[in-house]
C-alpha cells in the first residue's frame, strides 16, 4: 500500500512544473496531515473555518494553509492571522471582511473570485455579470489588505470528460478576460485554481496553475 508521501510523489510528477498541488485535508487528523508534511509537502486545504483554526494551532507554521470551501463572512476572523489565500470569494460582501479582518493583523491576504461553471445548481460562485460588477466597485481601490490573484471554479460532477473540459477551458476564458479587463500587467494575477482528484489532468492540460486533490492523497473521507 502507498504511504501518503508516496502518492503526493506521485500526482506531482504527472503535474506539469507550472501547476501546484493543494493537499486537501478537511476531516483529517493533524496526524495524518503531519505525516504528508513530513514527506516534504507544505500547501494544504481546508473548507471549515473553525477547524482549519484549530489544525493551524496544532501543526508546523510554515504550513501554507488554503481556505477552499465556502466561506461565511462571520468566520474570516478565525483565518485571518495565518491563512495563505481564500480560494472562494463570491461577494463584495466577503472581500470586504476579508480585507477588514487582515487590516487588523497587518496581512495581505490573495484571494480568488470563484466562478460558477458547473452544470449543477449546488455549486457556488458568481457569473462573470456579477464579477464585473465586484470590480468595478470603487471601494476596492481602498482595499489595501486583500489582493485578488486568480480565480477558481469547480467543474460538474459527472464521467463526460469533455463536458468538464469544456467548463475549464470556460474559466480559462474567464481568467484571460478579467486580466485584460482589469490586471493587465499585474504580476500577481496569475492563478486558475481549478481540478480535483478524478479530473485534475483534464485542469492541468487547460491551464490551471492550483489543483486541490484529496481523496487521491489521504483517500475518501472518513
Known sequence: MSSIGDKIAS??????????????????PVE???????AG???????????????????????HWHYIGHLQSNKVKYLAPFVKMIHAVDSFKLLKE???????????????????IASEDTKFGMNAEEAYELLNNPELKVFKNIRITGVMGMASNTFDTELIRK??????DIFQNVKYDFFLGNIFFREISMGMSADFMIAAQEGSTLVRIGSSIFGERG
Open 11 to 28: 500526482i506531482k510528477g504527472q503535474l506539469p512544473k507550472s501547476v501546484r498541488l493543494i493537499a486537501v485535508s478537511k476531516t483529517k
Open 167 to 172: 467548463e475549464f477551458a470556460y474559466l480559462r
Open 32 to 38: 495524518i496531515i503531519q505525516e504528508a508534511y513530513d
Open 98 to 116: 476579508i480585507n477588514k479582518q487582515a487590516a487588523k493583523h497587518d496581512r495581505i491576504i490573495s484571494c480568488l473570485l470563484q466562478f460558477h
Open 41 to 63: 509537502h507544505k500547501i494544504f486545504g481546508e473548507n471549515k473555518a473553525l477547524e482549519l483554526r484549530d489544525k493551524y494551532e496544532a501543526l508546523p507554521k510554515d504550513i
